[in-house]
């Protein structure tokens, strides 16, 4: 009988820890190891707690809307020309499922509606619903949701070397650079606006 490695049915089962969600292992400098260690233990996260099960209820359900019966809306071949008119077609390209369309991570997607105008220059207008993708890490320039202060904001991500910024897109509105004083989770990256006209 071999010893060590993995075993079946060993360790905590995944999302039964203190935040109710998988965890990830990371590797850090030694050097490091205690300040984070001190930083993880003043890090008050009651503000996000209320959050995330009401994204785990949201996520459920639109899974459980989600299979092999869900709608799909039929497409046609031919684009509809912008400019000058073109002539028309009836052949249909295929049935389009909305779900599989706008989003490659269902199972990690939401959708929030936004409120005020602070990214109007972005295309993004008040009681729009913008679809979020929480897989993929945000990167500088994408469009976020981001919980500050137990709030939740739509923001662009700006990087600059080891600052982070949430940058609106109305010039009334100033930027928000992101300190330690700051509590801030960024949520997902958002990849689809949708409103009706």
């Not at 269902?106 to 220059?121: H, L, Q, T, Y």
């Not at 904001?153 to 004083?181: F, S």
Request: hydrophobic share 40%.
């Amino acid at each position: 009988m071999g010893r060590g490695g993995k075993r079946v049915g060993a360790g905590r089962p995944p999302g039964t820890g203190k935040y109710g969600e998988p965890t990830t292992a990371m590797r850090l400098p030694i050097s490091l190891a205690e300040q984070l260690q001190e930083v993880l233990a003043t890090w008050d996260r009651s503000r996000f707690e209320a959050i995330v099960p009401q994204l785990q209820r949201l996520r459920q359900r639109s899974g459980q809307q989600r299979g092999e019966d869900s709608p799909r809306l039929p497409l046609y071949s031919h684009a509809v020309a912008a400019g000058f008119p073109s002539p028309a077609t009836d052949e249909i390209e295929e049935e389009l499922d909305l779900n599989a369309y706008l989003t490659t991570h269902p199972e990690a997607s939401f959708c929030v509606r936004a409120m005020g105008d602070s990214m109007i220059e972005a295309g993004i207008q008040a009681a729009d619903l913008l679809l979020v993708d929480t897989v993929p890490e945000p990167e500088d320039g994408d469009i976020v949701i981001a919980v500050v202060n137990g709030e939740l904001t739509v923001k662009r991500l700006r990087c600059e070397g080891d600052r982070l910024a949430l940058v609106p897109e109305n010039p009334e509105y100033p930027i928000l650079w992101l300190t330690e004083a700051i509590e801030f989770y960024i949520l997902g990256r958002v990849t689809h606006v949708i409103h009706a006209l």
